[in-house]
């Protein structure tokens, strides 16, 4: 199957630039944890959001799958 343009350079720029992302992906998190304190649900329900999209960005890093 073949990669979509914007998946295909999200995955390689997150190999270039890993600590940054994990860093704004983390902050996210934890700032829409802070706000679904406060404001609900819905967005402590987002807050998991960023963590996943980290959890699929690093199992799917280059040095994971390349032999």
């Known amino acids: 199957m073949k990669k979509n343009k914007f998946l295909n ?3 390689s720029n997150f190999h270039t630039y890993k600590v940054s992302y994990t860093m704004v992906l983390l902050v996210l998190s934890a700032e829409l944890g802070i706000v679904g304190n406060k404001f609900g649900t819905l967005y402590l329900i987002l807050s998991f959001l960023p963590i996943l999209v980290w959890g699929l960005l690093l199992s ?3 040095n994971n799958t390349d032999l």
């Open 60 to 62: 799917n890093d280059r």
């Open 9 to 11: 350079r999200l995955s």
